[in-house]
C-alpha cells in the first residue's frame, strides 16, 4: 500500500519540464483538489516546481509558474516528473542530478508520459517494473533493454510510480485516494470529471495499433503478436501460419478480410512502423534502425519507409530535430 504510515495531508511535487504534456499534470492534480473539497480539508497537497523556480511552458504553450525544486522536497512524500516531450541528452544531467537527490531522502519518486526516460537515465529504474506512454515503449526498450518495461496505464512498484500519461495520470490518482481514503470516495471524485469507470493498473493502453488489434479475430491476433515478436528477424508467414494450425490461404484470407491487405504487406508496415518509433525517439544510426526492423541494407529500408511515410528515414528524423530546437510541439499525453 502507497504511503501506508503517511499523515494527511500527502504532500507531492511536481517537477515540471519544458514542453510538458498539460493533459498529463492537470490529470493528477485535479483528482487531489476534487478529494480536498469533498473531504471539506486539505488532506492533499502539492507544489508544482521547476529546477530554479523560473516559469515552465507546457507544449501547448501555455506558461506555469514554478517553486524551486529544492524548496519544496523538504516536506514532500513523492515527487513525479512530467514529461512530454523528451528532454535532449544535452539538458539532463541537472534533472538527473535532481533526481538522484530526491531518491536519496527516500521519497516516492514518480513520471508521467515520457519521464520514464530521465528516471531510467538516473538509474532509478533498475530493478523495477515501469511503464511510459505506448508512443515511446518501444525506442525505451531499445534504449534500456534490463528496465523491465509494460504497456499498463500505470506501474506501482514498491517506491516508484511511473504512469503513461494522458488521463491515465487520474486513474493513477484515483487509486491513491481509494486507498488512503476508500473507493467510495474515489468514485466520488471520478464523478466529478464524468470518468465513468476507474480503471487498475493491470489494464493496457489502448494505444498505437493496439486497440485494432483487440478488435480481431484471436487467429488474426495470435498471427499480428507473433509479428510483433520478430521484427528484427521476420518469419514466413507459411511459418506462422503452421504455428497457429492455420494453413497460409487461410491467414491471407482473414488478413484480407479483416485488415484490407495480405498478411507480408501488414508485417512489413509493423516493422517500418516500428523504424519510425526508433527514428524519432532514440539517436541510434540508421543502419542500426534497418536491422532492428528485419531490413537488410539502409537502401531497402529507406526505398519501403518512403512508399508507407513519403519521406527519407534520414529527413524524418531531421524534421523531428529541427521541431525539437525551435520549440515546435511533439505529439505527447
Known sequence: MLFEHTPDPLHFVFLMIDDMSMMSLASATEPLRSANRLLGREAFRWDLCSLDGAPVMASNGIAFPA???????????????????????????????????????GIMIGSLSTASYLLARAGLLDGYRCTIHWENRIAFEEDFPNVSATGTLYEIDRNRVTCSGGIASMDMMLHVIAERHGHDLARSVANQFHHERIRDSAENQQGGRLQQIGALPVPVQKVVRIMQANMETPVQIEEIAQRIGLSSRQVERQFRLHLGMNPARYYLSLRVDHARELLLYTEQPVIDIAIAAGFASTSHFSRWFREFYHVRPTQLRERARSSRISGGKAADA
Open 67 to 105: 517553486r524551486p525544486l529544492d524548496m519544496a522536497l523538504g516536506t514532500a512524500h513523492a515527487l513525479f516528473v512530467c514529461g512530454g516531450v523528451r528532454v535532449s541528452p544535452a539538458r539532463e544531467k541537472p534533472y538527473l542530478s535532481a533526481l538522484r537527490r530526491a531518491a536519496h531522502r
